[in-house]
Structures are given as C-alpha cells and as structure tokens.
C-alpha cells in the first residue's frame, strides 16, 4: 500500500554543523506534507509544512524541500543545536483524505558537541 | 494558555479492565483525533472526529471506543478487546479536517500489566 518513509533511522549531527533528514513517499496524490519534531516522551511539535505546489518553504533555521519527480523530501536544520536532539517525523495528507495523516517511522537526530 | 491537555500522563492497568484516557482541548477546534505510538515507529490512527457526535474509525480502530459529546472532549477507552494496549496514546486536534495543521498533546504513556 500506500507509504511513507524515511532513509535514516539515527542521524549523528555535531553542533553548529547543518542537517538533512530524508523522506521518501510513496502515494503521488500525496499534496499536503509536514514535519514535526518529537522529544522524548512528549508530543510531536509542528515544524514546518508545505504543500504540493511549492518545492521549498523556508522557517527559522529550517527549509523543507519537495522533490515530487522522485517522490522525496527533506528538512535542513540550519547551525544545528543540542535542542535540536529528537525524533524527526514526515508526515503526509491528500486533499481527499479528510484530515488523515500518513506518517513515516521517523529519524532519531542526535546532536554531539 | 490554549492548547491541548492528556491526563493522566502515566497509566498502570491490569489486564483485562478497560481504562478510559483523556484529551481536552480549549482551541476551539472541530477535528480531534486519537494516535498510537509504539516503540520506534510512527503514529497510527485510531479514532477520529470531525465534528461533536460524529466520529469515525482509523486504521486501528478494533479494541478501542471514543465518545465526543463535546467539541472540547475526546475521550479514549481502550477496552479488554485490545489485544496488546500497552503504547504511547496521543491525541491531536485541528480547525477541521482537510489541509490543517494538527496540534498534539503531551500524550499518555499505558501500561497494562
């Protein structure tokens, strides 16, 4: 069926250095995307999201990018920070979908000094 | 503050006893929705409700029950039908269904012993 998911399951960062975590989906009716951001024992957090008809949309110290030939994803953290340590998830909605978001099994970003 | 609230934070039951978990929200907002956590993948959709006394089914929706008789209240039973209930249960809410955000809550860890 119809998926979303991500390449890394841990991303090793260190300090001021940037990241990238990846997302593949898989469903091309797929228009709607977010990220969210979950620290440990606590909810997600919204992150940034964009829809089908953008391929970049910048935030503070983060720009997702959509790449809808091949399906794909991304989220750049900019100068990254220890509180940036968490588990990334992409998630994505189809216009028809009601609301239903799809998500993937996330990426572990650990940040060293 | 507004925002969404899940009590308890930590839940211990025996096997066997159905256990109601709570969501409450004060953002005004139509949509609710139950998630599944478990360890190291991402969320799945129990129950949803698009509006006070409607809702519908997830993709894993056996084992569970939701009332919304309110549009500020969401609860969840997780009855002695679920087969393994022990997880991360988070609740989420929206303007509506469709193309918004959905904002989460702190969660509810369970634990069945």
């Known amino acids: 069926g119809e998926s979303v998911g991500l390449h890394l399951p841990t991303l090793s960062v260190q300090e001021g250095d940037n990241s990238i975590i990846n997302c593949a989906y898989s469903n091309s009716a797929s228009d709607y995307f977010i990220w969210y951001k979950q620290e440990s024992g606590k909810g997600p957090q919204f992150i940034i999201d964009i829809r089908s008809n953008m391929d970049k949309r910048q935030g503070q110290r983060v720009t997702v990018l959509l790449n809808k030939t091949v399906k794909h994803l991304s989220l750049q953290i900019a100068a990254t920070q220890p509180g940036d340590s968490a588990v990334y998830f992409c998630a994505e909605m189809t216009t028809d979908s009601w609301g239903k978001l799809q998500f993937g099994a996330g990426t572990q970003v650990v940040v060293t000094p | ?113």
Not at chain 2, 11 to 25: A, I, Y
Request: with cysteine; charged share 20%; hydrophobic share 30%.
């Open chain 2, 1 to 113: 503050d507004g925002g969404i609230t899940q009590s308890p934070k930590y839940l211990f039951r025996k096997e066997g006893q159905n256990v109601t978990l709570s969501c409450e929200q004060n953002l005004n907002h139509d949509a609710m929705y139950w998630y599944r956590q478990d360890p190291g993948q991402g969320l799945r959709l129990i129950y949803y409700s698009q509006i006070v006394n409607d809702f519908q089914k997830g993709d894993i929706a056996e084992g569970y029950s939701v009332s919304r008789e309110k549009k500020e209240s969401f609860p969840l039973t997780v009855t002695s039908a679920q087969k393994n209930p022990t997880a991360f249960y988070l609740c989420a809410s929206s303007i509506g269904t469709g193309i918004n955000e959905q904002f989460f809550g702190p969660g509810t860890r369970l634990t069945v012993l």
